[in-house]
């Protein structure tokens, strides 16, 4: 306490630079000809370079590598997966932890190469096309979730439509919201000023499929129709539609 060492700024800098002859000086002639290389050095015989110049070639450095992978959201591949078991090993990097199963098909309406598909018990199945399908491109792309509780739901987008699957009790009228947690978009303190979701409704027979925008624990109001029922099905005291 009470002392200081002062420091100077270098303005000032002596390079000693480390020189390698890398040319075997055993070699007469101007021709050049490598010296000693080690093992891990990658230079093909007959070199006009010296190996040591990809360092680092030491054999004691393990080197690993690995390759990187996306889920095509637009556009189009620039590079497909190679095989089924490349597609398999993207899975897993893909989706972490996930139980995953692995089929082959051959299928020409179906996606080329390799496909993903997830289910609604959080495991994933891939799918390597052997036939020369559709093409490796977002606009033959569909995307698929699930959500399983009371009411089962799977969602399906591709580039033109949403096709949405609901199974529920087959006596009684069942419902899904979307969008949200709860009754509430966004609570504000003991308010909710937004409302509550868009829902999906189905009632009763399954002939009659309403869309509302529900209050805040409340049935809303039903909103015109922007769907079609495609399918209304009864199987084991389960609808689906």
């Known amino acids: 306490q009470g002392y200081a060492q002062v420091l100077y700024s270098p303005d000032t800098f002596h390079v000693s630079p480390m020189i390698v002859d890398t040319k075997n000086r055993d070699q007469e002639g101007m021709a050049f000809k490598a010296g000693p290389l080690p093992r891990g050095a990658k230079a093909p015989p007959n ?7 990809e360092c680092p070639c030491s054999t004691r450095l393990k080197k690993h590598w690995s390759m990187t992978y996306s889920l095509l959201s637009d556009g189009s591949c620039t590079d497909d997966v190679a095989n089924a078991s490349e597609c398999s090993e993207a899975a897993r990097i893909l989706r972490p932890g996930a139980e995953h199963t692995a089929h082959v098909v051959s299928n020409a309406s179906f996606a080329s190469a390799c496909s993903i598909v997830s289910k609604a018990d ?6 390597w096309n052997e036939a020369h399908g559709l093409g490796c491109d977002a606009r033959n792309a569909s995307f698929v979730a699930t959500a399983a509780s009371l009411v089962h739901t799977t969602v399906a ?8 699957t609901m199974t529920g009790p087959a006596t009684k009228w069942f419902g899904v919201g979307f969008g949200a947690q709860s009754m509430c978009i966004k609570p504000y303190g003991d308010t909710c000023p937004g409302g509550g979701p ?15 925008k529900l209050e805040d624990h409340g049935p809303g109001v039903v909103l015109q129709a922007s769907i079609k029922v495609v399918t209304n099905k009864v ?7």
């Open 47 to 53: 070199a006009t370079y010296s190996g040591l110049l």
């Open 122 to 127: 959080g495991s994933i199945s891939t799918i």
């Open 157 to 164: 987008l591709d580039q033109s439509q949403a096709t949405i």
């Open 198 to 212: 868009y829902a999906i409704i189905v009632i009763g027979d399954g002939a009659n499929v309403e869309e509302r």
């Open 235 to 241: 199987a084991n005291g389960a609808r689906t539609v």
